[in-house]
Every structure is written in structure tokens, then in C-alpha cells.
């Protein structure tokens, strides 16, 4: 037992202790921090050509109301892209509407009467289009348990669990990654390669296989009907809920809303089977869609380049919350709560 005396001069002696020696504590900066200091060079820009941008009719309260999407880059659905942007070339979509809002799922638009007539020469995309097969220089870097590695690895042994070591685990692939800044989930295929300068040793090397994008929040597809159809880009969807992976690799994702999501995400709800709207005064008129590019006053922008030291840094945290509010780190984090940040770009 500590007697008095003993414990008062302990006190004492850690009160005349700087504050830095009393709480040894680090402090964490919190994701949208590490984001806001990012350098200047880290940040990609965003071509026009590659938005679409569609104008819904005004709110009751007459406010505008723009969702703008950018489309999926190469090499992913270009069959679905090409297509999208031949359907907002011939300003398809204008006087369409949005025609079904289920909750937690999705908001879909196009032709509810399904009778207008499509632009020729749209592409009849097969459903192999759905994957697509992994190729050197499609992307650098594989993130999985323990954070990111090189595509391409010597296999090595699983790292240990530990509350310091980031878990990036997808319970619907084997690992994942991002290309043009747009999640991708991925298989892996293990080949034998000869390395050294014998070339008679082989090593056992990791390697993608098939590469998909993944159907995180306010990611964009193709309705489709019953397989083999694979739809044509006229009727679209964006995810408002939990993500609904069990869809990967069985319908085209073609984009993603990057500003304008809660123009969709707050409609309401259908009534319908599915979310659909019963009464055509429920529907919301689509008033245009156009490529960015012939938008006039449509600001720039960027997304945070997912090889830069502050997108690891954000990973990280977003993997394991430290910051203050957070009590216990959770310890991993799969790709859909990793979403990459886009901002207008600053002047």
C-alpha cells in the first residue's frame, strides 16, 4: 500500500511535468483533414467531356436542381459509355423522368413509357463486358490486408492481425483497388514466374485476374432486363443505400454522381412494386442531359489521385478512426467505405 506522504510527492512531482510528459496521447487528424491538406499536385483533374450532366425540373420551391456523373473510364463498360454518350448527343433523355425511388436501394430514370425511340447505331454490349480481364499498367496498386502492395507480388505470408495494422477486406472479392479513381473489386490467380539470374528458381507470384467496378453509393448502371440483355445506357440507375455488391458483375456500372446526389437521394419514395412511381404526376421530369463539355457554366472538377501519400494517409483513417470523437478504432474498412473525394476544383 502507498502511504500518503509517497503518493502527494508522486502527485506533486507529475504536476511540475510539462503537459507534452503528462499526455503522451497522439493526436489523429480526421479523414476530411487529411483530405483538406492535401498538396495541390495531388489532386487529378476531371475532363468535361467526361461528365454528364442532367437537369431535373425545378422543386416546389423552384430551386434548380443538377446532378452531375462521371462516366466510367477506359477500360471499364466502354460498350454502355459509347452509348450514353451517343443517347446524350441526340438529347435522348429530355422530357424523360425519373421514374422509381426504393428506399435504401436505388433511384432510376428514362422512358417510363418505354416507347421513344432510340438513336441508331447503339452497341449490343455482351455480358463478358461486365469484367474485365487484368492487363499490365491498368493499375499499380492492389490494397488488401495490411494496406497496399505492388499488382504485382512475390506471395507472401498473410500479415499478422494487430490494432496498428489496417485491414482493407472485401467480403465479395479477393481484394480491390482503384482505377481513374473509381473503386474496382478484383479475383486473383496465382502463376509461377522464373526470377533471378538462374531463371531456375520459380516464385510463387500474386497477380489480378478479373477486375469489376463496384456498386458502392451514388455509383451509376444500366437497367437492364432479363439476361442475356444486357440494356443500352438509355435507362440508368445510382445507388442512395447500402451498397448493394451482390450486383457486381451482373449489371454495367457506367459512372458516379459526384455533386447533386441528394437531388435523388431525397425524392419520394414509390409506392410501386420495386420503388416504382403509380401515377405519372410522381414522376420527376428530366429536363436535360448533356456531356460537360456543352455546359457553359459548369464549374471544374477533381478527385484526390488514389496513388498520393494523403489518399494512404486518408485509407488509413478512414480504416482506423483515432481522431477524438472515436473511442475504438475499427480496424479495416472494405472499398465502398473508402469513397474517393471529389471536389470542385479550387481557382
Known sequence: MIKKPLLLACAAAFAALPLSAQDTKPEYPSPPEIVAKAQAEEWVAIAPSDLLVMDLAPDAKGKARRVVIQLMPAPFSQGWVGNIRKLAAAKWWDGTSVNRV????????GDATEKKALPEGLAVVPEREYVTPFRVGVMEQ????????????ELLPRP????????????????????????VAMTSASEYARQGASQTTPKLMLMPKDLWPTHCYAMVGVG?????????GAELYTVIGHAPRH????IALVGRVIEGIEHLSSLPRGTGPLGFYEKEEERVPITSVRLGNEISDLPAFEYLSTESASFAA?????ANRRDPFFIIPAGGADICNIPVPIRRKTQ
Open 160 to 183: 499478422p492481425m494487430g490494432d496498428n495494422i489496417p485491414h482493407f477486406e472485401d467480403p465479395y472479392a479477393r481484394s480491390f483497388s482503384f482505377v481513374g479513381g473509381f473503386p
Open 247 to 250: 450486383l457486381d458483375r451482373n
Open 314 to 318: 486518408y485509407a488509413d483513417a478512414r
Open 142 to 153: 492492389v490494397w488488401g490486408v495490411g494496406g497496399k502492395r505492388e499488382a504485382l507480388m
Open 102 to 109: 426504393q428506399d435504401n436501394y436505388v433511384v432510376q430514370w
Open 224 to 232: 437492364r432486363n432479363l439476361s442475356p440483355d444486357t440494356g443500352t
